[in-house]
């Protein structure tokens, strides 16, 4: 509900509300000119003096006005012709043209009515209300994937338009609604919908026959300073009963020009005080600093609108993929998938032909638009749940525990929870049991216990279809093939070869860049980003099944690099570790943000064993600023299968790599790297104090042998890799 509100006032509104902002965000410049360019009066000027000034160069003159940015304008009538000039108070004299500029009247009549008269003050109104319901969406939504307000300028993840959207969406975001909220102000002030009390003194004539006395003699005069100044009118000479007006920011009052008297006066109500103020915060005329901030804030807005565009044609591609659904409402079976891959829809999609041949009603939609309310009629609810970097929610599920949690009361639908997972991490199917964990707590019926499917498993899928069947009566056959993911063709230019000696063939796999079209650039899709330690896809010739390897380069260093070892009869290593250059192989990308280093300067603690170096030496040649990076690598030897042996010896000497320890398995002390990082507990625990990270990469008994290791070293100081994970400073990257 909250995307579509987002959403549908965006592709509406966009280009009136990119009008309004752009129009606006330039008419903000002017006030912040104004300021520079007009001669202040000093503080102590009074308005008598600045009078007698300006009326000695101008005799015919009838008004001065002191606009909120300070300029001093003036007013006169002269040999039957009407002249004005901006006004230097210091000396009384002309400083430049008081008419506004050409493109200022252009804009403001572009930025109040589309140059359509009254039609086009509710046209850009209806804008305004269109730009705080997307800004408030808006907010709500970013609040939303940063799993709560309370992580608003968390760091965001994810292709670049998203990024792009949110983080200009959290800038911009007060200004915007300031700006929207003013506007509507002004526009029912325009329309006679707020009270008028400006309160207009009563009406008053001068003292009949009595001569007038000169300005510096009307006490009110001498004594209000021109900082005070709104508006000062002059009694017509050719009228003897008119009088002096003077408008200032406390009120009006009419000035008896004989005895300098104030025959009448009136204080601005409520109404017209607030709206006084709403001016100024919308147009920030006496506020310039305030106007180009939220000038600023306006600029953003067709930045925000194409990047809105950009993701809402890259979700209307994945959600063509669930074509045919039931309409939510009346959905009585509603199946929910959190997905990262893509390879999750594949068997929702089966799922839901399944229930449909079975004359089901079935609404498939995403996890992450789940509010129980839209699903009037669901008798139950299924959800397909894939887990990423360590347990964790595909990123467009995240929050939606806190949402399940935070819900007012259980869906009365039962549910049941099929988790996507892969036994080789250490936290299999981590997501899927968490939702059913929060699921149990707030009571929500279940009507199936937890299953798993262990990647991607077509027997795992078609077991838990049975027993879905089972609990529904129905007779339901799931047979699913996974999809092959598209692949691009990678080709090899260069390879270099380890481990022979020691018996672990391993190479350092270099393909060449795949040309991007525009659309992969602007969407990030494919090899158009990437970084080290996200992963790379290959589906070896024979096999329908991918494999997965960590990249050891970003697209910045122009090349996609892996670190592969021949496992004895491994397919896809086997036909890796044989290429040669030239020869091409069907890849593609995965990403994986949650191993990356922390933004920041902090130490980086990289450990890793044999190929698991990949990612960790990316990261080292990715460190152009230097941050401190300790490395503890272990191989079986020094001359046989110590990767990036010429590399780890430039990048120290450029001081992109701080140390280099190295373990060694098949030499003398026979070392493994938990054995160095023993040796070297003092120096880890200070760079541990220092805020260091640390980042593991390699097999499954390495990496569990270096949390023990540290576990060991950690329990003195209360300290844990657990605790370290939770501040986001341990990171695992395990095969
Ligand atoms: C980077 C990455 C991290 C993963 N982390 C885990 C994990 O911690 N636990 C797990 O059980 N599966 C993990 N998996 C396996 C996926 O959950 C599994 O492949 C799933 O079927 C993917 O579904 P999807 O394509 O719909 O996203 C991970 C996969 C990748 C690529």
Redesign the pocket.
Known sequence: MLRLTHRWPGLIAALLVIVVSLSGAALSVFPALDHLSAPQASANLTVAALTQQVAANHPGLEQIRRTPSGQIEAYWFKAGAPGAAVIDPATGKDAGSADPSRVELWLTDLHRSLFLGNAGRWITAAGAVAMLVLTLSGAALVARRMGGWRRWFGPTRGPWPGRIHVELARFAVGGLVLSSLTALWLTALTFSMIPDDSALPSFASATPGVTALPVAQIPILASTKVSALEKLSLPSPSDPTDVYTLKTDGGTALVDPGTGKVLSSATPGIWTRISNIIMLLHTGRGASVLGLILGLMALNVPTLALTGVVQWLAQRGKASRIKGNTAAGSAETVVLVA???????GFARTLRDALKAQRQGVHVAPLSQFDPKRYSHAKRFIILA??????AP?SAARGVIERIRALPAAPHAPLTILG???RS?P????FAQDLARAAQDIGWPEFLPLATVD??SPQDFARWGHDLGAALGLPLELSHLPEVPRTEALRLIQRRDYGKAVGAPTAILRFALPPRSLWQRLTSQGFARFEAGD?LGIVPQGSTVPR?YSLASSRADGFIEICVRQHEGGLCSGQLTTMTSGESVAAFL?R?PDFRPAPGRAPVILIGAGTGIGPLAGFVRANHKRRPMHLFFGARTPTSDLLYDEELLNWQSAGQLATLTTAYSRQEPHHYVQDSLKINAGRILQLLTGGAQIMVCGGREMAAGVRETLAEMLSASGQSPATLKAEGRYAEDVY
């Open positions: 997905s990262e891959g893509g390879t999750s829809w894939a887990t990423y970097g360590e347990g595909p996507f997972g892969d991490f936290q299999f199917c981590g990647r991607q992963l997965f995965r994986n």
